[in-house]
């Protein structure tokens, strides 16, 4: 039984755009190549961990317990021991400089008073990053209460605690009669490129498929062959099903070739259901390919599409949750980002590949993709049958 005659023409639409593509060996390398190199070098270099900090220690004590200090400072592999002196002024010109992002320093006495449980240190931070010296500090505090946490087992009377301004230091360990032990969930080393790398997927699902699926439709708009599409027996809706289709199964291949390499090459864990992932990353091309088709139409040339396309990518990237967390932003934004598919495709792969969460806890996600993704294919195909009439 021969299909009918609007699925042949949809088939034939689609074989014609996998030619199109097959004849230019450049798309092979920006469909399949790309994607690769831009998740590694995301997954590489987009960080909120701080390692190899400059650190300029100021020890003025010179005690085997001021050494097991900046030794316990540095070995964790999150400080680096950028220079050393006796003066204070030679901390502040480092930070000054931009040799040194933190500096210790350890007063005379420091071994006494540690002896006596009144030891304090001081910690100085260059805030010109100011994400850099939060999460600096943190980690000079964690460091230092450890270290504390140590020594007071010998030291029953004392510990050592970090002061930002050399400022009275809070109760000794021992005295405290509050003990916190912390253990994080599903990123248990809080490791940050666990948490972006499985973003990268949407991102460059996003770029990838609103990206061509515009150039596509422009190109042939371009070089004339539009209206000779137009004048075929091909109806509107079949000419935007032939034209979409191709990128959409060439976006389900690059989400399993990212998510392979994330798992594989990165090590991210993935605790939830491929098959539930799959039906997001087919929900959230529906948006991504509606908003390339939209672009399209309001677009004459490619030089056009492709500034529209990244005009609309860094608003949905910043308004995603990618870089910044939604919750930090101005209720207005909070409100916006809710008309976002990428937030919620962001919310869907984070989720599974790190808490393995089920449908019964991202079916709301979901119908927001699919209901988005509606929504944009109708508009984008009644503005298409609109310009074309």
């Given amino acids: 039984m021969n299909p009918p005659a609007s699925l042949r023409r949809v088939r034939v639409t689609v074989a014609k755009e996998f ?16 994607p690769v190199i831009q998740l590694v070098v995301f997954g590489y270099a987009v960080s909120t961990d701080v390692r190899h900090t400059a650190t300029f220690v100021v020890d ?25 002196s006796q003066r204070a002024a030679d901390a502040v010109a480092a930070l000054d ?16 008073d540690l002896a006596a449980g009144n030891a304090q240190v001081q910690v100085l931070l260059d805030g010109t990053n100011s994400n850099v010296a939060t999460v600096a500090l943190g980690y000079a505090e964690r460091i230092v209460a450890s270290h504390a946490a140590e020594v007071a087992a010998g030291i029953p009377a004392g510990a050592v605690v970090p002061a930002a301004a050399m400022a009275p230091p809070p109760a000794p360990l021992t005295a405290r009669p509050v003990e916190l032990r912390d253990r994080a969930w599903f990123n248990p080393a809080l490791e940050s490129r666990n948490y972006n790398v499985p973003a990268v997927v949407g991102a460059i699902l996003m770029l990838v498929c609103m990206l061509l699926t515009s ?48 798992v594989f090459w990165f ?24 908003v390339g088709l939209l672009i399209s139409t309001v677009s004459k040339t490619q030089q056009e599409a492709f500034m529209a396309s990244f005009l609309v990518f860094m608003p949905t990237i910043l308004l ?57 294919l109708g508009l984008a195909a009644a503005r298409f049958r609109k310009r074309t009439a």
């Fill in 215 to 262: 150039l596509a439709v422009v190109r042939e708009r371009e070089i004339g062959t539009l209206e000779q599409l137009m004048v075929s027996p091909i109806r509107p809706l079949e000419l935007i099903a032939g034209k979409t289709i191709p990128f959409a199964l060439i976006g389900l291949l690059d989400l399993v070739l990212i998510t392979l390499v994330a």
């Fill in 320 to 376: 995603s949750g990618f870089l910044f967390p939604v919750g930090s932003m101005p209720a207005a934004f909070r409100w916006l980002s809710l008309l976002n598919p990428l937030r919620h495709f962001l919310e869907i792969v984070r989720g599974i590949f790190l808490k393995g969460t089920g449908p019964a806890e991202l079916w709301p996600q979901h119908l927001a993709l699919a209901t988005m993704g509606a929504v944009l």
């Fill in 19 to 34: 030619l199109q593509l097959r004849r230019d060996p450049r798309l092979y390398r920006l469909l399949l190549v790309a």
């Fill in 97 to 112: 400089r931009g040799d040194a992002t933190v500096a210790l320093v350890i007063p005379a006495g420091y071994a006494a």
């Fill in 267 to 290: 090590d991210v864990p993935f605790a939830g259901s491929p098959a539930l992932l799959l039906l997001a990353g087919i929900l959230f091309l529906l948006p991504a390919l509606g």
């Fill in 60 to 84: 003025r004590d010179h005690t085997a317990a001021s050494r097991e200090l900046v030794e316990a400072f540095t070995a964790a592999g999150y400080f680096d021991l950028a220079g050393t």
